[in-house]
């Protein structure tokens, strides 16, 4: 990362013709054979990364948790759950993704601890510890008793169900946990949080790691007032205008990269999570010269198929607003500021079952997403499996499910009188198990992932959908990624090209074109099952080929022909 007296240069810019692959550690390799990933198996499987040709490995949380959210609760920054190993593993690692030549960042997870962590230990054990206020404690309501229905502070809804005050017996006080119970929010009003927090990043870089993706970073600052919010059902309210993107985030990202980052001569990378950020937000917290952060991941497109009743009660998507979200997220963050690019994470469900076609154009529709994707302007993410195409799971019923969020939404909904069948096809849908579910390496009984019982039930498909049938395969999905992501690094007009859509309002077809120097890139994909014929300029059937997903994608007679779920991708070189 550039330090604050001079300007990024393109060698600092490095992220921009880089490619991110998210580990997602329980599910991705266990070589302890317990049934649950670690960081030994995530060593005896970077040769696959290598063979993709990614180049920085972001780590999901390994640190030491009680495990109530999957390791996003955290009871001990400086150490690693024996679950996935011990710091040597962890050094041993680090060690092989750098002789590798890529970077390996971790998950940053400051928002809240664990309620396990001695932090909120010590907080909790008294209203007079010093570290009282290293949390948002506060009495009940005025004129409630604690533990009385309607007692908690504020009426802000939990993103995991439920109020976001939970009562402490022993002092007659609530504290505030946006999330799951178990994960108390830290103050960062409190100067002793940020400095704690600051020597934790320190230590960690000093180690060797490569950066930080940062877990809801947008979230850290809270009105402290603490004012109701308006009200959205069950007599709670939405709290987000009094925690979400407050101004205070940028005085403390600032402050950030002053005490953590400023004068390593490493080139590092910073990546702030951060549902609701707006554009014009987005472009303060990425712009080189303000010293915040590298890029942001925001959520616009991930929300186009909330239905009425939220992410649970999903709708068809729009393609056209699928295009107007990215396709202004590329304007206004083009000459300043950096995007994110993903599809997929550990949060949202498979982008092939989501917005593709898993049953009857697999393969077509898992590449298709992956080239409209990678060659926007942006740095793409890639996260387990993804490159596989791997599907969301068929989950039979609320017993098969381990996510905590899925939990708390079956519970509130069922009590609520919807049915299970109806709250089950949401959860199938668009819940967070099945992008958890074991990574496919092979058709043996537990997919390659273990020889113990595995903590998630690997995919029945395994035995077709897997890593060692795609490798020999010119045609699988796992090598048209590996060649999407060689044009990133060959091509500079995929890195830093400028960005125009296409045909904004075809119903069924993403097409844009991408400019730098003398170099022009036409990408054009057909996500629908039904051809395509789109009109383009009549010199791009002079370009170049550089990559289709298959014979029915051609450039001819001033048009573009695309079959059922085809994409090309031409280049003019000039």
């Given at each position: 990362?550039?330090?604050?007296?001079?300007?990024?240069?393109?060698?600092?810019?490095?992220?921009?013709?880089?490619?991110?692959?998210?580990?997602?550690?329980?599910?991705?390799?266990?070589?302890?054979?317990?049934?649950?990933?670690?960081?030994?198996?995530?060593?005896?499987?970077?040769?696959?990364?290598?063979?993709?040709?990614?180049?920085?490995?972001?780590?999901?949380?390994?640190?030491?948790?009680?495990?109530?959210?999957?390791?996003?609760?955290?009871?001990?920054?400086?150490?690693?759950?024996?679950?996935?190993?011990?710091?040597?593993?962890?050094?041993?690692?680090?060690?092989?993704?750098?002789?590798?030549?890529?970077?390996?960042?971790?998950?940053?997870?400051?928002?809240?601890?664990?309620?396990?962590?001695?932090?909120?230990?010590?907080?909790?054990?008294?209203?007079?510890?010093?570290?009282?206020?290293?949390?948002?404690?506060?009495?009940?309501?005025?004129?409630?008793?604690?533990?009385?229905?309607?007692?908690?502070?504020?009426?802000?809804?939990?993103?995991?169900?439920?109020?976001?005050?939970?009562?402490?017996?022993?002092?007659?006080?609530?504290?505030?946990?946006?999330?799951?119970?178990?994960?108390?929010?830290?103050?960062?009003?409190?100067?002793?949080?940020?400095?704690?927090?600051?020597?934790?990043?320190?230590?960690?870089?000093?180690?060797?790691?490569?950066?930080?993706?940062?877990?809801?970073?947008?979230?850290?600052?809270?009105?402290?007032?603490?004012?109701?919010?308006?009200?959205?059902?069950?007599?709670?309210?939405?709290?987000?205008?009094?925690?979400?993107?407050?101004?205070?985030?940028?005085?403390?990202?600032?402050?950030?990269?002053?005490?953590?980052?400023?004068?390593?001569?490493?080139?590092?990378?910073?990546?702030?999570?951060?549902?609701?950020?707006?554009?014009?937000?987005?472009?303060?917290?990425?712009?080189?010269?303000?010293?915040?952060?590298?890029?942001?991941?925001?959520?616009?497109?991930?929300?186009?198929?909330?239905?009425?009743?939220?992410?649970?009660?999903?709708?068809?998507?729009?393609?056209?607003?699928?295009?107007?979200?990215?396709?202004?997220?590329?304007?206004?963050?083009?000459?300043?500021?950096?995007?994110?690019?993903?599809?997929?994470?550990?949060d949202q469900p498979r982008v092939v079952s989501r917005f593709g076609d898993d049953e009857h154009w697999w393969r077509e529709s898992a590449t298709a997403l992956a080239t409209v994707l990678h060659l926007h302007r942006g740095t793409p993410y890639v996260y387990q499996g993804e490159e596989l195409g791997m599907t969301n799971a068929p989950f039979a019923g609320i017993e098969d499910l381990r996510d905590v969020e899925s939990l708390n939404y079956w519970a509130q909904a069922t009590a609520l009188g919807h049915s299970s069948a109806d709250v089950l096809r949401g959860v199938r849908a668009m819940g967070r198990d099945n992008a958890r579910t074991p990574v496919q390496w092979d058709g043996t009984e537990q997919a390659g992932f273990t020889t113990g019982e595995p903590w998630l039930a690997v995919n029945p498909n395994h035995t077709w959908l897997n890593a060692a049938a795609q490798y020999d395969d010119p045609a699988s999905v796992f090598h048209h990624y590996r060649q999407l992501i060689e044009l990133r690094h060959r091509l500079p007009v995929v890195a830093h090209g400028d960005f125009t859509m296409l045909h904004a309002e075809h119903p069924s077809a993403y097409a844009y074109e991408r400019?730098?120097?003398?170099?022009?890139?036409?990408?054009?994909?057909?996500?629908?099952?039904?051809?395509?014929?789109?009109?383009?300029?009549?010199?791009?059937?002079?370009?170049?080929?550089?990559?289709?997903?298959?014979?029915?994608?051609?450039?001819?007679?001033?048009?573009?022909?695309?079959?059922?779920?085809?994409?090309?991708?031409?280049?003019?070189?000039?």
């Amino acid at each position: 990362m550039a330090g604050s007296e001079r300007s990024p240069t393109m060698a600092d810019e490095w992220w921009k013709s880089a490619v991110v692959y998210q580990v997602y550690p329980r599910s991705f390799a266990d070589a302890s054979g317990d049934g649950v990933g670690d960081l030994r198996g995530i060593t005896s499987r970077l040769d696959h990364l290598e063979r993709l040709g990614v180049d920085v490995l972001w780590l999901s949380p390994v640190y030491a948790s009680p495990q109530a959210d999957n390791g996003y609760d955290i009871s001990d920054y400086q150490d690693i759950d024996p679950l996935f190993g011990t710091l040597d593993d962890f050094d041993e690692l680090l060690a092989a993704v750098h002789a590798r030549g890529m970077r390996l960042v971790m998950d940053l997870v400051v928002n809240h601890t664990s309620d396990e962590h001695p932090w909120f230990q010590a907080s909790r054990s008294s209203v007079d510890d010093p570290k009282r206020d290293w949390y948002w404690w506060r009495p009940p309501r005025a004129g409630y008793a604690p533990g009385e229905p309607g007692a908690e502070p504020t009426n802000w809804e939990s993103f995991f169900s439920g109020p976001t005050w939970t009562l402490d017996p022993a002092s007659g006080e609530y504290y505030l946990h946006l999330f799951a119970r178990e994960q108390p929010d830290l103050n960062w009003e409190n100067p002793q949080v940020r400095q704690a927090i600051y020597a934790m990043m320190r230590w960690w870089l000093d180690r060797g790691v490569d950066g930080f993706r940062m877990d809801v970073i947008n979230l850290i600052s809270k009105d402290p007032a603490l004012p109701d919010g308006p009200p959205t059902h069950a007599g709670l309210g939405d709290g987000s205008p009094h925690y979400m993107t407050r101004p205070q985030v940028h005085d403390y990202l600032q402050e950030m990269h002053r005490e953590v980052f400023d004068g390593r001569d490493a080139q590092l990378l910073t990546v702030g999570e951060m549902p609701g950020v707006t554009f014009d937000q987005a472009r303060l917290f990425t712009d080189p010269a303000r010293h915040e952060l590298d890029m942001v991941f925001q959520f616009e497109h991930v929300g186009l198929d909330h239905g009425p009743g939220g992410k649970f009660d999903p709708v068809p998507l729009d393609l056209r607003a699928l295009k107007a979200s990215l396709g202004r997220w590329q304007t206004e963050l083009g000459d300043v500021g950096w995007n994110s690019l993903y599809w997929n994470n550990h949060d949202q469900p498979r982008v092939v079952s989501r917005f593709g076609d898993d049953e009857h154009w697999w393969r077509e529709s898992a590449t298709a997403l992956a080239t409209v994707l990678h060659l926007h302007r942006g740095t793409p993410y890639v996260y387990q499996g993804e490159e596989l195409g791997m599907t969301n799971a068929p989950f039979a019923g609320i017993e098969d499910l381990r996510d905590v969020e899925s939990l708390n939404y079956w519970a509130q909904a069922t009590a609520l009188g919807h049915s299970s069948a109806d709250v089950l096809r949401g959860v199938r849908a668009m819940g967070r198990d099945n992008a958890r579910t074991p990574v496919q390496w092979d058709g043996t009984e537990q997919a390659g992932f273990t020889t113990g019982e595995p903590w998630l039930a690997v995919n029945p498909n395994h035995t077709w959908l897997n890593a060692a049938a795609q490798y020999d395969d010119p045609a699988s999905v796992f090598h048209h990624y590996r060649q999407l992501i060689e044009l990133r690094h060959r091509l500079p007009v995929v890195a830093h090209g400028d960005f125009t859509m296409l045909h904004a309002e075809h119903p069924s077809a993403y097409a844009y074109e991408r400019r730098h120097l003398g170099a022009r890139l036409l990408v054009a994909a057909n996500l629908s099952a039904s051809p395509v014929r789109l009109e383009v300029a009549a010199e791009w059937a002079a370009g170049d080929v550089v990559l289709t997903n298959g014979p029915s994608a051609q450039v001819r007679d001033g048009a573009v022909e695309l079959g059922p779920w085809a994409a090309i991708v031409v280049l003019i070189d000039g």
